[in-house]
């Protein structure tokens, strides 16, 4: 049974739009989320992370929110770039895991 | 500061034989995990060490297996390759104080091809 899910395996956006990325988990013990970005060929990169007891973090073009209660986290890059284009995979934590759990990716494809 | 390394980078292997991997973290991290990722899949966890003891395992078959040393360097061994282990195995390193609480940081991956 999937924890964390990422239901849209594909995103197309055009330059300089909003991308948003979407992530489910199930598990209302975990307490620590995780945006990675990944190129073919490379490992995972870390992009911004979330504790559970914020519903919003900002880093440059990238915010990602938190809603607990319906379990469910998103990430926002603002504006998208061509270089955006990559794997993105969520990830969670806490709880009685002693590991974090990845989603399955969504790929971004970020339009000239 | 030197990020996660893993080598080899690619490793083409025959059913049956073995393999090591090996991944060195970044200094003053003490905890090192390994994942797989096969197409279409997620990163699937394998195991987790910290000062040189399994901390955490995931559902795979004892075939996998791993060590880590008093440098926090660790190695994956998987024993009798099946056509199915053939995925990219990634490494990754956190300080290790609450690993599921904490950003993991991935090295390059090894890319293994069982034939």
């Known amino acids: 049974d999937q924890q964390v899910k990422q239901n849209s395996p594909s995103l197309s956006v055009q330059e300089g739009r909003i991308s948003i990325l979407n992530c489910d988990y199930t598990n209302s013990m975990f307490d620590y989320f995780l945006w990675y970005k990944k190129y073919p060929a490379e490992g995972p990169t870390f992009l911004i992370s979330i504790s559970s007891i914020k519903d919003k973090n900002e880093d440059g073009r990238f915010t990602v929110f938190l809603n607990k209660s319906a379990k469910h986290l998103s990430l926002h890059i603002v504006p998208s770039q061509p270089g955006d284009s990559a794997v993105y995979f969520c990830a969670a934590g806490g709880g009685s895991q002693g590991n974090l759990i990845f989603g399955k990716g969504t790929k971004l494809s970020v339009k000239p | 500061k030197a990020g996660v390394t893993q080598t080899p980078r690619y490793l083409i292997k025959t059913r049956g034989q073995q393999v090591t991997l090996s991944c060195s973290p970044i200094?003053?991290?003490?905890?090192v995990s390994w994942y797989q990722q096969t197409p279409g899949q997620g990163l699937q966890f394998l195991f987790e060490y910290f000062s040189e003891t399994q901390r955490n395992k995931g559902n795979f078959p004892g075939r996998f297996s791993g060590r880590q040393f008093s440098n926090s360097r660790s190695e994956m061994n998987v024993s009798t390759l099946e056509l199915g282990d053939s995925a990219l195995y990634l490494c990754?390193?956190?300080?290790?104080?609450?690993?599921?609480?904490?950003?993991?940081?991935f090295g390059p991956g090894t890319r293994l091809l069982v034939l």
């Open positions: 200094s003053g991290h003490r905890s």
């Open positions: 990754a390193s956190s300080l290790g104080a609450r690993v599921g609480q904490e950003t993991q940081y």
